[in-house]
């Protein structure tokens, strides 16, 4: 038995939650090949789709939709149908992805992928939203960041079961959604005008971590020994993130900067004052509420087991 995960992940967000999803699929008996996008691109065309049981994609959402290097490997999925000449019967996908805040939007992020997948043979029948978090906006406190993770660690085992028991599970259709994400595709071709406009400043160090990170080459040091942002950025904030000096300004998007890797850890010191507790907390509440019925529901009243190395 075997399953596919394709995913991109620019600040380490969706990559854990691949990890989580292979050790569950591995209990239950199935092998994961992963495809890393944008970095095994070229490996999509190679796929044979009828080798797996499951193929699932992964992604942060970015604007209230999935990235382009997400869409362009559902193409490359549904060209590789085309070219193998398939007429099995639909091949079952899922999508997990990832997101700073819980809101009923970002259950449009996935519209434009269900129509390319559709048109050749796929079928989306189900989709989980992981609130992780921020990797732009505002920094969560690392309480905020614990609960989260606990909460994705308790999810994904009933989510992993109920998508190999073949028990579907879809967001609801939003008025206007597939309009929405439309608009705000322009996300796609707006981080190359907007990565342009990003610099490395005075602080910077030219350790060469932000050439060396970034995931479509877009970093390079010209003959000043200067850091040069190119045109093909896809803003996945990895740059700004991982930068040691926290050199990196970003433009106009400069007050939305995170720097400084989360570390998922429980919190030991005292709790983190946050100018953003209120932000969006309806609907974090309303997320948790959901998880929490989710979760005892699967494990009963037993809460369900940590992962000592976490
Ligand atoms: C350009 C950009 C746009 C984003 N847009 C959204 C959004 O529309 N809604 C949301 O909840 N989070 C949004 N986020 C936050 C990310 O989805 C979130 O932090 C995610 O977990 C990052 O995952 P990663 O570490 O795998 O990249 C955005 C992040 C970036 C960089």
């Known amino acids: 038995m075997k399953v596919l995960l394709i995913y991109f992940s620019g600040t380490g967000n969706t990559e854990r939650i691949t990890e989580l999803y292979k050790n569950e699929f591995a209990k239950l008996g199935y092998q994961t090949d992963e495809v890393k996008l944008p970095a095994d691109n070229r490996a999509v065309n190679c796929i044979n789709p009828d080798e797996y049981d499951f193929i699932g994609f992964g992604y942060p959402i970015h604007a209230f939709n999935a990235p382009k290097t997400v869409l362009n490997a559902c193409k490359a999925l549904q060209n590789r149908r085309k070219a193998l000449g398939r007429e099995t019967p639909r091949k079952k996908v899922f999508v997990y992805k990832t997101s700073g805040e819980p809101v009923r939007m970002s259950d449009v992020s996935s519209l434009k992928m269900r129509g390319i997948l559709k048109r050749r043979g ?37 989510h992993v079961n109920e998508i190999a028991n073949g028990t579907p599970s879809l967001p609801k259709k939003m008025f206007m959604g597939g309009f929405l994400a439309w608009i705000l595709r322009a996300e796609h071709w707006g981080a190359h005008i907007v990565g342009k406009t990003y610099k490395a400043n005075k602080t910077c160090v030219h350790c060469g971590k932000c050439v060396k990170l970034c995931p479509v080459n877009n970093i390079r040091v010209n003959k000043h020994g200067k850091i040069k942002f190119g045109g093909k950025c896809i803003m996945c904030m990895r740059c700004a993130m991982f930068c040691p000096k926290n050199s990196i300004e970003l433009g106009i998007l400069k007050s939305w900067k995170v720097n400084g890797e989360y570390s998922f850890a429980p919190p030991t010191d005292a709790p983190q004052a946050s100018k953003h507790d209120k932000y969006c907390l309806k609907a974090y509440n309303r997320y948790y509420a959901r998880a929490e019925k989710t979760i005892t529901e699967f494990y009963g009243e037993t809460p369900p087991p940590q992962d000592p190395a976490e």
């Open 122 to 158: 796929y079928a989306l029948t189900n989709e989980y939203q992981y609130v992780m978090p921020y990797n732009i906006i505002f920094r969560h406190t690392d309480a905020q960041v614990d609960k989260m993770w606990q909460t994705a660690q308790a999810l994904t085992p009933v």
